[in-house]
């Protein structure tokens, strides 16, 4: 499928998947969505302690830096996994513009480590973020309560539907911690049926820019 390269509204690009009119990020900001959904909606909720996150989509590597950004901030320890079941290329990662927009030129040897580190390692970034990177279909996690936070961003349910699936979300769910967090820039009522069904209470946010709504779900502690 063709792909192109993209600048987004906040002037931050993503990667753009012409057959199917889908973006790896919202064209009306790929930094604000992330700031929005993954870490206002999620992370904050989490700044006082260490944490375990699994991303659904590790992609361009925007979530993953950003969540390094901010836990810098709290030094805060970070155990993060992205799962990925097809990498994007140099050429598109050198497209990326996300070092520049988050002004954070000192940091571009982490970010570029980020996508240079081999697949299926455990990696240190720096002494409170570690990084692994599974090149995994998502319906081959089998993780079991080893995770507090999910960011999930995989591409949308109008292109791919089974990725929001009961099963999907059983696995999910499956994967977090007894009061764990799910965080998703979907808002559509068949993904929250898909959750509610495996266990999770399913709130209902303020979207990101270009979005009215989005999904935080939660994991009710195990009796």
């Given at each position: 499928m063709?792909?192109?390269?993209?600048?987004?509204?906040?002037?931050?690009?993503?990667i753009h998947i012409e057959d199917w009119d889908?973006?790896?990020?919202?064209?009306?900001?790929?930094?604000?969505?992330?700031?929005?959904?993954?870490?206002?909606?999620?992370?904050?909720?989490f700044k006082d302690k260490s944490i375990s996150i699994l991303e659904i989509?590790?992609?361009?590597?925007?979530?993953?830096?950003?969540?390094?950004?901010?836990?810098?901030k709290f030094?805060?320890?970070?155990?993060?996994?992205?799962?990925?079941?097809?990498?994007?290329?140099?050429?598109?990662?050198?497209?990326m513009n996300y070092v520049e927009e988050l002004k954070a030129e000192n940091k571009r040897d982490l970010f570029d480590l980020m996508h240079q580190s081999e697949w299926g390692n455990k990696i240190r970034i720096d002494e409170n973020f570690y990084l692994s990177k599974r090149q995994?279909?998502?319906?081959?996690?089998?993780?079991?309560?080893?995770?507090d936070l999910i960011?999930?961003?995989?591409?949308?349910?109008?292109?791919?539907p089974?990725?929001?699936?009961?099963l999907i979300f059983k696995k999910m769910y499956?994967?977090?911690?007894?009061?764990?967090?799910?965080?998703?820039y979907a808002a559509r009522g068949v993904v929250k049926r898909s959750m509610i069904e495996v266990g999770f209470t399913v709130e209902k946010l303020a979207g990101p820019p270009g979005k009215r709504e989005m999904f935080r779900a939660t994991k009710g502690v195990v009796e």
């Amino acid at each position: 499928m063709k792909r192109e390269i993209i600048q987004t509204l906040d002037g931050s690009t993503t990667i753009h998947i012409e057959d199917w009119d889908e973006c790896y990020h919202s064209k009306h900001g790929a930094i604000q969505e992330a700031e929005h959904v993954f870490i206002k909606n999620g992370l904050s909720l989490f700044k006082d302690k260490s944490i375990s996150i699994l991303e659904i989509g590790f992609g361009t590597g925007l979530n993953a830096f950003i969540t390094y950004l901010q836990s810098s901030k709290f030094n805060q320890v970070i155990d993060y996994v992205g799962v990925e079941a097809y990498p994007i290329t140099s050429e598109e990662l050198k497209a990326m513009n996300y070092v520049e927009e988050l002004k954070a030129e000192n940091k571009r040897d982490l970010f570029d480590l980020m996508h240079q580190s081999e697949w299926g390692n455990k990696i240190r970034i720096d002494e409170n973020f570690y990084l692994s990177k599974r090149q995994q279909f998502f319906h081959d996690i089998e993780d079991k309560g080893s995770f507090d936070l999910i960011y999930f961003d995989a591409f949308g349910y109008r292109v791919q539907p089974e990725l929001w699936s009961t099963l999907i979300f059983k696995k999910m769910y499956e994967a977090l911690a007894p009061n764990g967090i799910l965080v998703t820039y979907a808002a559509r009522g068949v993904v929250k049926r898909s959750m509610i069904e495996v266990g999770f209470t399913v709130e209902k946010l303020a979207g990101p820019p270009g979005k009215r709504e989005m999904f935080r779900a939660t994991k009710g502690v195990v009796e």
